[in-house]
């Protein structure tokens, strides 16, 4: 009876329910039948394809869909769409992106070199007297190629800058949305798709184009690129759930048949034929639902890193190009919210570990890590306290995780070591010619051992042949932790041209001057600004005659002499400064007692100050010296002339034994650091310049100099500074000049 009453109730309020189920009485339906709902809405993945610099264009697309209102559930990338699509998934959105993107330094992350403030004295010194950047790795069983053209320090450097300070997650689900890097096994070739740990790594991971960037040693796989194996992850994305599939493509076109000429053509297009290969396997996986955003970039290649501007235009065009079919996935969306980025508290750095594997003293390091520890995690900090350990030399990468430990954030460090045991060679070129009667040309070898122990000590030793020949070694040791105080045991050996010229600029005798030197030399760094030292310099050696007419065919060197030396040096390059002060003062005692020539005391002093306004830089100098007591010996006597150093007279024209120079040079550089991929960066300028040489008796004369100028033209490469330039100074005298690398 209750049954039959409950089914007669249900028979009443049927036709209500359905009623309200129409619309008709809101708020009424059927308790156990369910009535019709909207469909789930779909999952879009958004799928990032790798393309080198093509991928920031990925920017762009990002940002169009932005205009449009629609956020993925989902992000997939390769490569630099690893990098894009990362950081779009840790919170940024389209427009930080595009601020990232311009405020990279690519030059930076394409340069083995740490900035030269981190730099100790002594590689400031090293630097400066052997300009080329070029290493390769060096032991007793030969020569060591390197896994990249480039260290990969910058680009973690970068990457981390741009994350949140919480980079470690267990799973890539819980960024602000879903995201998977794609990277490749070198081992298997089998794609590795990355969804937890640090979200800088996995990004570094995918973007290791082999022979650009070194591998990546993860979780017991070695990997490389990701556009290896799937430059356009849309199967992972499937993976992940994605029912519609919005894939940017940024296609590295193939190079027709008549310019592949070269062993490089070949190369680059076999591996684009291996990336096109597995980019239309996952092509063509896409349905009618999908939709595949080809970028058109035109001429714009690969390497391109400073057409950013250009590059994202191009990928807001090309996904506009979709606007009508993409504006159905924005309806009934939830509205574009992105995470506040850096309102993350940064964690308390609780303790600093040093996982270290070179031969270096862990205090050495410490010392440079040790101001962190109870400070709040501060990336610019970290990064500061990073590339001083890098500096140091040995290590392939300085790189840090955070660790979780009692109940404490610790900051655990991994300076990795290169090769145990290696040492680096560097070449160098050097040419001068005044295209009139001097032309000198040589090239020379450096090489500087693995550090020696626990205080970074080594041997140095460099070859020039040419026209200037040299074989010199020196055996460097620190005698603390904290690269103070060393001792320096050097010697050299050295053949090269001496000229004599008239008043009118005449060469009048050229001599071939060969002498050998030893020296024991003591002192104190201060930092990686300054050092003193002094020492004593033995050394021997002959100059004949071999060109011209001169009083006397020969003449004996013979070198006895205290040398006592102070040097200051702030300069952000040795070469090309833009900010920074250079100064040094040398003081020489000659003692016959110790076999020299004479007995005579001489000092000179120099300084160099640089600073910049934009690509405008303005250096000012000021060098003097002048003989105390004695007579200098020929081969201590000042020697001026050349370009910025009355520039028109020809190099080391003017020689006595006091002398005065002063420069004011500018510089314009044409090209901006964050443009300057694989290529140099250009400069032109001008100079005014003031000095003379006076002798012995009279001391330096202020109020009786020469002037003179110059006009150039130079860039900084791999060799060195290069310049190509002409001076003029008073008198009618004018010389144009060709330099490239360290002169003699």
Do not use: C
């Not at 007995?599 to 303005?618: C, E, I, K, M, R």
């Not at 500074?721 to 003699?744: D, M």
Request: glycine letters at 12%.
């Amino acid at each position: 009876m209750l049954q039959a009453a409950a089914l007669n109730w249900r028979n009443i309020w049927r036709p209500l329910l359905a009623a309200g189920s129409l619309g008709l009485l809101p708020g009424l339906a059927l308790a156990d039948e369910t009535a019709p709902s909207d469909p789930p809405r779909p999952k879009v993945a958004l799928v990032l394809s790798g393309g080198g610099a093509l991928g920031l264009a990925h920017v762009g697309a990002i940002q169009e869909l932005e205009r449009l209102g629609i956020r993925p559930d989902i992000v997939v990338g390769t490569s630099m769409g690893a990098v894009v699509g990362g950081l779009y998934a840790s919170g940024l959105n389209g427009e930080e992106l595009e601020e990232v993107v311009q405020s990279v330094n690519w030059a930076g992350i394409f340069s083995p070199q740490a900035d030269r403030d981190k730099l100790t004295f002594r590689q400031k010194q090293q630097q400066a007297d052997f300009p080329g950047t070029a290493s390769l790795g060096v032991t007793a069983a030969g020569i060591l190629l390197p896994t990249g053209a480039v260290s990969d320090q910058m680009l973690m450097k970068e990457l981390r800058r741009f994350t949140p300070a919480r980079t470690r997650v267990d799973d890539f689900d819980e960024l602000s949305i879903p995201f998977r890097a794609v990277a490749t096994d070198i081992a298997t070739g089998e794609a590795v798709v990355l969804g937890s740990g640090e979200l800088p790594m996995a990004m570094r991971a995918s973007i290791s184009l082999p022979g650009v960037f070194p591998a990546v040693q993860l979780d017991g796989q070695l990997l490389v690129d990701g556009g290896l194996a799937a430059n356009i992850p849309i199967s992972v994305a499937r993976d992940m759930g994605a029912d519609i599939v919005i894939a940017v493509w940024t296609p590295n076109d193939l190079l027709p048949e008549e310019k592949i000429g070269s062993v490089v053509d070949v190369l680059s297009q076999t591996v684009s034929l291996l990336i096109l290969t597995n980019e239309r396997a996952e092509i063509a996986s896409l349905t009618d639902k999908d939709f595949l955003i080809r970028v058109e970039t035109g001429d714009i290649g690969p390497t391109a890193f400073t057409r950013s501007d250009e590059l994202i235009e191009t990928g807001r065009v090309a996904m506009a190009t979709e606007t009508e079919r993409l504006a159905g996935l924005a309806e009934g969306r939830l509205p574009v919210v992105y995470a506040e980025n850096g309102t993350e508290t940064a964690p308390v750095i609780g303790f600093v570990r040093i996982e270290n594997t070179s031969r270096l003293d862990q205090s050495l390091l410490e010392g440079k890590v040790i101001d962190l520890a109870g400070t709040p995690a501060d990336a610019a900090a970290i990064d500061d306290a990073l590339d001083r350990i890098y500096a140091l030399g040995p290590f392939e990468s300085v790189d840090y995780v955070y660790e979780e430990s009692e109940g404490q954030t610790g900051l655990v460090v991994r300076a990795v070591d290169r090769v145990p045991d290696a040492g680096r060679v560097r070449l160098g070129l050097i040419v001068e010619n005044d295209f009139n009667t001097e032309s000198d040309a040589a090239v020379s070898v450096d090489f500087r051992s693995a550090v020696l122990d626990s205080y970074g000590s080594e041997i140095q030793a460099r070859a020039t042949i040419g026209d200037f020949n040299e074989i010199a070694g020196e055996y460097f040791r620190f005698l603390d932790p904290r690269q103070n105080w060393f001792t320096a045991v050097r010697g050299e050996i050295q053949n090269r041209p001496v000229n004599i010229y008239s008043q009118r600029g005449f060469k009048e005798a050229g001599f071939d001057l060969t002498y050998g030197l030893a020296a024991l030399d003591g002192g104190y760094q201060f930092g990686n600004v300054g050092e003193v030292r002094l020492g004593v310099e033995l050394g021997t050696g002959r100059a004949k005659l071999n060109e011209g007419f001169a009083p006397f065919a020969e003449v004996d060197v013979d070198i006895g002499r205290l040398v006592a030396t102070g040097a200051f040096d702030t300069l952000d390059d040795p070469f090309f400064p833009r900010d920074g002060v250079r100064a040094g003062a040398r003081w020489v005692q000659g003692l016959t007692a110790l076999g020299d020539n004479a007995d005579f005391q001489t000092v000179s002093g120099s300084v160099l100050s640089a600073t910049s306004h934009g690509p405008n830089t303005l250096i000012g100098s000021l060098a003097a010296g002048q003989s105390l007591n004695g007579t200098a010996p020929l081969d201590a006597l000042y020697r001026i002339g050349g370009l910025f150093s009355l520039s028109g007279y020809r190099k080391e024209e003017l020689t006595d034994e006091n002398f005065l120079t002063a420069q004011l040079i500018y510089r314009r550089q044409l090209l901006g650091d964050s443009q300057q991929i694989f290529g140099v960066p250009l400069f032109v300028g001008g100079s005014v310049e003031l000095g003379d040489v006076w002798p012995g008796s009279t001391g330096v004369d202020a109020g009786d100099v020469r002037f003179g100028g110059s006009a150039f033209v130079a860039a900084s490469t791999a060799f060195g500074p290069v310049y190509l330039a002409f001076g003029r100074s008073e008198g009618g005298r004018q010389s144009a000049y060709l330099l490239i690398g360290r002169t003699f």
